[in-house]
């Protein structure tokens, strides 16, 4: 696919040259994760999903690389969060809701009979557009609930904890009061809190709702730093209304329009050259 | 119902505007010039380069009214595109004129005898009209987003490469005359810059290809994604 | 303030001063005509009973005799507590499981809306029902080896605090954020676990405040207990048989002849409202302490 001249992304470093163990603290830092491993990536095919007798999302299919960001825009109603909740399964959980069609963790069917959906869930984490941290924990606690709430037992918890805090740049800031509750951090430090709490589990694939809609710029451009950072270890799935949040962190874009995709396209392309109309009517603000 | 983002689109139409009355410009310069040459009028020449003032004031705001746009409005898709190729064409149209002033700056040199081969004062002629008929093209085609007039443009160019190559041989022949010999000189760099006037026209049309189709092609490949762009 | 301003925004006019006036006259008015009985009804309950309460009083029995003295109510109190402790211990734990089961699986389902309709139609039913019921199906039968016994008291007082643990327990849970939910069963946790470390947890202090005032409500009830335990003087701990408690020592001791068993009915009295009195303030300190900024 030609276009005009596209410039690798480089990921922005907000300050310059802080004294290097703020920046090593402060910056993200995914190799405390530990070796890289293999990347996974996802395949939806032929995706239905309903609440009650709405037809929300109608016949999708869609290839997630691994280790790629991926966003979804699209207007409100459009179907993208039902269709990102359908992927770690969570859409079922609503009273009423079922799903058809076929979502694959390489081979693995997700939808599988013998499948267990805490499991799926498990390989497949999820970060939500409005922080939630768990009120009555503490920040170390809550980053530990992932593994405690699934029963991983682990003789290494503590450093568990410490390396997916370091991973999403958190450590710096928290490292002295771990104790203190999670939700007296602020908006942007909750969400990345409960971003850490995602990747201690050690997913292969995060999905994310939103994750910035609720943040001041800043930390919205920490979190999309994050995001950066993330790729490299994991697969991405990012929902989001925000156009240009969508062309500053993700390799290739998705865009849906009544439960359905209208174009997928590598980002650059669907913003400077998208091929079909109603594409370009929505990312130009025609309507939406 | 007032249009989605009413205030961008007003905004993009009005710095288009700009340009298209840009283009006007210099339609007038170039004729203004080329009248001057014909006639060997040094005043005529003396306005045309005080009027470039007009044109760099005009690139001034033109530029300044997209920085605007991309700062506050973050366009996207075709927006983009117009307002990339809208930067392109303002420089064109600001070399455009330079060159204009650089022909009129030519004519008091030349002498104020009248001039004297006619071969090449036809072909100047001839040349003028051909850069002036490109870039009035250059203006619809932008206006109207034709590609089809764009590839028009690239055919009439050859044609300005060709005068200006013929009135080269055409100085030289008449170098031996020492009367002519220096105003034949002059001749060769009037007609380069119509040249130029013409492949700034050409750039302009480039722009316009990119803008409806949203691929960037040299010259000699407009004539294929013309047709590409028709067939999408 | 100048004219101008005044023109802008008009200023209040009279009639509208004197309306607001009248009206929250009239609401005071309505306030205190529901205080005054109550606070007479604290005064007097000070008045009369302060006098009974000595160190004798909380440390002796009521020994029933005709004359001298008639001792203290010290196995009404321990009754009482036995009592409701073992109420406590039924309706609480059963109480918050069928709220569990209404917030976290029931949710809008036939069932579920069938389960709230009946514990709705408990909350209004009369606490006396409860004792009669008790009486029929355990007392008269002499089920478990005896009469009138503790044990079933507290069964008919765990009746009646039943529904209240589940309706204000549900209400508590409804008020965890689904967020919470959501974020644990995200992470890949099953249900069972999310409401022991997540809903619970989040939810105790509402829960608890919830089974304090269930309890208070549980203390003071007369008409389960007058058929399902009867009046006895000594302390007891054996649960099987009959014992003492506040509430019937009280109604035995009101209509006496003698002006000391009487005055001690009023400190009976006094002892009990200082008891649920003590339970609502440790509930409100406890949500109010939770109260999450």
């Keep these: 696919m030609t276009g005009p001249e596209t410039t690798s992304k480089e990921p922005k470093r907000m300050s310059s040259a802080p004294e290097q163990s703020e920046q090593t603290e402060a910056a993200p830092d995914l190799s405390a994760m530990g070796e890289r491993r293999q990347g996974h990536g996802i395949k939806v095919r032929d995706l239905h999903a309903y609440y009650g007798s709405v037809h929300a999302v109608r016949g999708i299919d869609i290839d997630f690389p691994a280790n790629e960001v991926t966003a979804i825009i699209g207007p409100s109603g459009c179907g993208k969060s039902t269709m990102v909740r359908c992927i770690n399964r969570m859409h079922e959980e609503i009273p009423g809701a079922r799903s058809e069609g076929s979502v694959s963790l390489d081979d693995l069917d997700v939808y599988g009979s013998n499948v267990d959906v805490t499991a799926v869930r498990r390989m497949i984490g999820m970060v939500f557009q409005k922080p939630n941290p768990f009120p009555t924990m503490s920040i170390f606690d809550n980053v530990a609930a992932g593994l405690r709430l699934t029963g991983m037992k682990s003789d290494n918890l503590r450093e568990r904890v410490h390396r997916a805090l370091r991973a999403v740049g958190l450590w710096g800031e928290v490292k002295n009061r771990l104790n203190s509750p999670g939700i007296g951090l602020s908006g942007g430090q909750q969400q990345r809190l409960c971003i850490a709490r995602a990747v201690a589990v050690e997913p292969e694939v995060i999905l994310m709702d939103e994750p910035a809609s609720a943040l001041d710029p800043i930390a919205t451009l920490k979190v999309e730093e994050l995001i950066d950072e993330l790729k490299n270890r994991y697969t991405i799935v990012i929902v989001t209304h925000n156009m240009q949040q969508a062309a500053r962190v993700a390799k290739s874009t998705v865009f849906m329009l009544d439960g359905e995709v209208v174009e997928h396209a590598e980002t650059t392309k669907l913003f400077t050259n998208p091929s079909d109309e109603r594409t370009e009517r929505y990312v130009t603000g025609k309507f939406g | ?232 | ?293």
């Excluded at chain 3, 205190?32 to 000070?46: E, K, S």
């Excluded at chain 3, 997540?198 to 005032?213: D, M």
């Excluded at chain 3, 001690?264 to 339970?279: D, S």
């Design chain 3, 1 to 293: 303030m100048s004219t101008v301003s005044g023109a802008l925004i008009p200023e209040i006019s009279a009639g509208r001063k004197r309306r607001d006036r009248v009206m929250r006259g009239l609401l005071m008015a309505g306030t205190g005509l529901a205080l005054v009985p109550l606070i007479l009804i604290i005064y007097y309950l000070i008045y009369k009973g302060i006098g009974s309460w000595s160190g004798s009083f909380f440390t002796t029995d009521p020994n029933g005799n005709f004359f001298g003295n008639p001792g203290g109510i010290r196995s009404a109190i321990l009754g009482t507590l036995e009592i409701v402790a073992l109420a406590s211990l039924i309706s609480i734990p059963i109480g918050i499981a069928v709220a569990l089961y209404l917030t976290e699986y029931g949710n809008d389902g036939v069932f579920a809306n069938l389960v709230r309709y009946f514990v709705d139609v408990m909350t209004g039913v009369p606490s006396i029902v409860f004792g009669l019921f008790i009486y029929i199906v355990l007392v008269i039968s002499h089920a478990g080896g005896s009469g009138f016994a503790g044990w079933k008291g507290a069964l008919a007082l765990s009746l009646l605090m039943l529904p209240i643990v589940i309706r204000s327990s549900e209400v508590v849970l409804l008020l965890v954020p689904s967020s919470l939910r959501e974020a644990a069963l995200a992470l890949g946790a099953p249900r069972w676990r999310i409401i022991w470390k997540v809903v619970l947890p989040t939810a105790r202090s509402g829960l608890v405040t919830g089974a304090l005032l269930s309890v208070a409500r549980g203390m003071g009830e007369t008409a389960p207990l007058l058929f399902t335990v009867s009046v006895a003087f000594p302390v007891t701990f054996n649960l099987n048989g009959i014992m003492n408690s506040l509430p019937l020592q009280i109604y035995g001791d009101i209509t006496s002849p003698r002006d000391v068993v009487v005055a001690r009915a009023w400190g009976a009295a006094l002892t009990l409202v200082a008891l649920v009195l003590i339970l609502n303030l440790i509930a409100r300190a406890i949500s109010r302490r939770s109260r999450l900024t």
């Design chain 2, 1 to 232: 119902m007032q249009e989605t983002r009413h205030q961008f689109r007003e905004d993009l139409r009005e710095l288009e505007r700009q340009v298209l009355g840009g283009l006007d410009l210099v339609i007038g310069q170039l004729d203004r010039a080329l009248e001057s040459v014909s006639y060997q009028d040094v005043e005529l020449a003396a306005m045309v380069v005080a009027d470039d003032d007009r044109i760099d004031g005009r690139y001034l705001e033109v530029h300044q009214g997209i920085l605007s746009l991309l700062a506050r409005q973050s366009p996207v898709a075709t927006d983009l595109r117009i307002v990339a190729a809208l930067l392109h064409c303002i420089r064109c149209i600001e070399r455009m004129g330079d060159q204009c002033v650089n022909i009129a700056k030519l004519v008091p040199l030349s002498g104020h005898d009248a001039p004297k081969d006619k071969d090449t004062l036809d072909a100047i002629e001839r040349m003028g009209q051909l850069a002036r008929s490109e870039v009035s093209e250059a203006k619809d085609a932008l206006r109207t987003r034709n590609v089809e007039l764009a590839q028009d443009i690239v055919r009439q160019d050859a044609e300005i490469n060709r005068l200006n190559r013929a009135i080269f041989k055409r100085a030289v022949e008449i170098g031996d005359d020492l009367e002519l010999r220096e105003w034949g000189m002059f001749m060769i760099l009037v007609a380069r810059c119509l040249e130029r006037v013409g492949d700034n026209a050409v750039e302009i049309a480039e722009q316009v290809v990119f803008v409806v189709t949203g691929l960037f092609r040299e010259v000699a490949d407009i004539g294929a994604s013309a047709e590409t762009a028709q067939s999408n």
